[in-house]
């Protein structure tokens, strides 16, 4: 069964860091896609980084550019999100999510962690 | 950056009723490019549909996909109450981004 757990979310104050962790289980992360999608508390969804199946190209949301870093272990079981300099902003819950490489839609979601960035 | 512009925001329907909800881009995306989601409160999304028009695993056939260009529509034949939820357009250019949603209620 593909599944998708993330991890790591909680309350930090703001110019903080925080790691997220998604493990995932069925597939391995060298063969698919994986993008961090995050939604606001009562927003939509807002698409933040992913990074490639090769595990070195990523690409990121303008606003986070050089404060987060998105990456993962060298078994292909567990995607991170490293999140510097967070902000009020920043607040959301974030899921994890196997993207298709080629035509870029997402079909597996994990169930999401929620970062909460107040002093 | 491309803007999905979802509409309308809300659509008030019956169970049985269908449902055509429209997702407009600022800028041409590729048939290939464009997917739709189904978000219940309290849940991950779930995709529907992508390549504009194939269904994903699972996903019933009163839902269906159709556009090209600037302009794409999800069209939900005969709502169930299962199918009460926001819909979320989405594309891929140079990065992804998605619609602000629809909400069927």
């Known amino acids: 069964e593909v599944r998708l757990v993330e991890s790591g979310g909680g309350l930090v104050q703001p110019g903080k860091s925080l790691r997220l962790s998604c493990r995932v289980s069925?597939?391995?992360?060298?063969?698919?896609?994986m993008s961090w999608v995050r939604q606001a508390p009562g927003k939509g969804l807002q698409w933040v980084a992913n990074?490639?199946?090769?595990?070195?190209?990523?690409d990121y949301l303008d606003s986070v550019k050089g404060r987060f870093t998105v990456s993962r272990d060298n078994a292909g079981y567990s995607l991170y999100l490293q999140m510097n300099s967070l902000s009020g902003e920043d607040t959301a819950v974030y899921y994890c999510?196997?993207?298709?490489?080629?035509?870029?839609?997402?079909?597996?979601w994990g169930k999401g962690t929620a970062v909460a960035v107040s002093s | 950056e491309i803007v999905l512009t979802q509409s309308p925001g809300t659509l008030s329907l019956s169970p049985g009723e269908r449902a055509t909800l429209s997702c407009r881009a600022s800028?041409?995306?590729?048939?290939?490019?464009l997917a739709w989601y189904q978000q219940k409160p309290g849940q991950a999304p779930r995709l529907l549909m992508y390549?504009?028009?194939y269904r994903a695993t699972g996903i019933a056939d009163r839902f269906s996909g159709s556009g090209y260009g600037t302009d794409f529509t999800l069209t939900i034949s005969r709502l169930e109450p299962e199918d009460f939820a926001v819909y979320y357009c989405?594309?891929?250019?140079?990065?992804?981004?998605f619609g602000g949603g629809t909400k069927v209620e």
């Open positions: 999510a196997r993207e298709h490489c080629g035509n870029h839609y997402m079909d597996v």
């Open positions: 069925g597939f391995t992360l060298k063969t698919y896609c």
């Open positions: 990074l490639r199946q090769d595990g070195l190209e990523r």
């Open positions: 800028q041409s995306v590729r048939g290939d490019y």
């Open positions: 390549g504009t028009s």
């Open positions: 989405q594309q891929y250019v140079s990065y992804v981004t």
